[in-house]
């Protein structure tokens, strides 16, 4: 078995939408990025990838590369479990947590499970997602951003 930890912040910006764990978040700002910026699911890659020691979401889909664009996360980290399968290894289970202030997500959490999920081939109880704020402390307490931590574990085997 192998483990990973991943990081990610994002910027809140007026003009885009909230993608979270690939579900669209209803809320009067959305991440900067250049991608969908999909914070939740950038963690989660960086904490597949190092893993394995493959290296960061930088390495594998650079921001200044125009193929990833806008790109939807999903397509990310269906791209980054593909190379987890490739390695031989397969995924035992994720564990985050959203720090934002606002908007809360919690109804929202089942279905970035099972999202999540679907796209790494494995039951939802292998996924864990929490929210937590920081009391209006810092830059989340200020409702600057979102950050999110993520720890992965994956083991020898093959998707089913």
């Given at each position: 078995?192998?483990?990973?930890?991943?990081?990610?912040?994002?910027?809140?910006?007026?003009?885009?939408?909230?993608?979270?764990?690939?579900?669209?978040?209803?809320?009067?700002?959305?991440?900067?990025?250049?991608?969908?910026?999909?914070?939740?699911?950038?963690?989660?890659?960086?904490?597949?990838?190092?893993?394995?020691?493959?290296?960061?979401?930088?390495?594998?889909?650079?921001?200044?590369?125009?193929?990833?664009?806008?790109?939807?996360?999903?397509?990310?980290?269906?791209?980054?479990?593909?190379?987890i399968w490739?390695?031989?290894?397969?995924?035992?289970?994720?564990?985050?947590?959203?720090?934002?202030?606002r908007p809360?997500?919690?109804?929202?959490?089942?279905?970035?499970?099972?999202?999540?999920?679907?796209?790494?081939?494995?039951?939802?109880?292998?996924?864990?997602?929490?929210?937590?704020?920081?009391?209006?402390?810092?830059?989340?307490?200020?409702?600057e951003g979102?950050?999110?931590?993520?720890?992965?574990?994956?083991?020898?085997?093959?998707?089913?």
């Amino acid at each position: 078995m192998r483990f990973g930890i991943g990081f990610d912040v994002h910027a809140f910006s007026p003009d885009r939408k909230l993608i979270l764990g690939g579900v669209e978040i209803p809320f009067e700002k959305g991440l900067e990025g250049h991608s969908d910026a999909d914070v939740l699911l950038h963690a989660i890659i960086d904490a597949l990838l190092g893993s394995l020691a493959l290296g960061d979401i930088g390495r594998h889909f650079p921001d200044t590369d125009l193929q990833y664009k806008g790109i939807a996360s999903t397509v990310l980290l269906e791209k980054t479990c593909d190379l987890i399968w490739k390695e031989g290894f397969e995924i035992n289970n994720i564990d985050c947590v959203v720090t934002m202030q606002r908007p809360k997500i919690s109804k929202f959490i089942p279905q970035m499970r099972d999202k999540i999920a679907g796209i790494c081939w494995c039951d939802a109880s292998r996924i864990s997602i929490k929210a937590t704020t920081t009391e209006k402390l810092g830059f989340v307490g200020r409702e600057e951003g979102v950050a999110v931590m993520a720890i992965a574990s994956v083991r020898e085997g093959k998707r089913k």
